[in-house]
C-alpha cells in the first residue's frame, strides 16, 4: 500500500507541474488532461509494483521484462510523446520504413512541460533551468537511434531550441516565447 500511495503522489505532484506549465503557455485543456491514462490499471499498478521515487517504474519493467507494457500503453495515448507519433513511410520507390512525423507545436510544448516537470520530480532540489537540456541531450547521445531516427527533425530541432533557451534565459523567458509562438501558429 505505501507503494501505491507514493507512485500516486509522484504522478500526480509531476501531472500538477505539467498543468502549471501548460497553464503559462495557454495550453488550458492539454494541462487539464495531461497523463491521465498514468491512473488506469494499465499503468498505474505497474508503477505501483516497480515504484523506485527516483526515476520511471516502467524503467525497472523494462529492466525486468525487456519491455514496458505501462509505457506501451501510455506512449500510445499520450500525444506529447515523439513515439506516439512514429509510423511507416513508404518511399516513392516503394522501400518502406519507419520514421517520426513532424509533431502539431502544442504537442511539442506539452512535451516541453513534461520535461521540466519531470526534472523537476525526480531531481529534487538538485533541478536547474538547464537540467531538462542536459538530459535531453544525454538521451540523444546514448540512443542515437531514438530521437535523431524516430523524432522529426524540426520536431527534434524545437525542442531543442526550447530546452536551450531555458537553460539559457530561464523559465520565464521560455514560457513567454512558447506562447508567442504558439499565437502565431493559426493550428498550434
Not at 503559462?24 to 487539464?32: D, F, H, P, V
Not at 547521445?141 to 537553460?167: G, I, N, Q, V, Y
Request: aromatic share 14%; with cysteine; proline share 3%.
Amino acid at each position: 500500500m505505501g507503494n501505491a500511495w507514493k507512485h500516486f503522489c509522484t504522478i500526480t505532484h509531476h501531472k500538477n507541474l505539467v498543468l502549471v506549465g501548460c497553464f503559462k503557455i495557454g495550453l488550458y485543456r492539454q494541462g487539464l488532461l495531461h497523463d491521465l491514462s498514468k491512473y488506469s490499471p494499465t499503468e498505474f499498478l505497474v508503477g505501483c509494483k516497480y515504484y523506485q521515487g527516483t526515476m520511471s517504474p516502467n524503467n525497472a519493467e523494462r529492466k525486468e521484462k525487456g519491455y514496458s507494457l505501462a509505457w506501451l500503453h501510455h506512449k500510445g495515448r499520450n500525444k506529447h510523446h515523439f513515439e506516439y507519433w512514429i509510423d511507416y513511410r513508404i518511399a516513392r520507390d516503394g522501400t518502406v520504413s519507419m520514421g517520426g512525423c513532424k509533431m502539431p507545436k502544442k504537442y511539442v510544448a506539452e512535451m516541453f512541460c513534461d520535461r521540466i516537470a519531470a526534472c523537476r520530480v525526480y531531481q529534487g532540489d538538485a533541478y536547474t533551468d538547464a537540467s531538462p537540456y542536459d538530459y535531453y541531450q544525454r538521451s540523444k547521445d546514448l540512443r542515437r537511434t531514438d530521437a535523431s531516427r524516430f523524432m522529426h527533425p524540426e520536431t527534434a530541432a524545437l525542442l531543442d531550441r526550447w530546452l536551450l533557451l531555458l537553460k539559457e534565459e530561464g523559465e520565464a523567458a521560455a514560457f513567454r516565447q512558447i506562447r508567442r509562438e504558439l499565437r502565431a501558429c493559426k493550428t498550434y
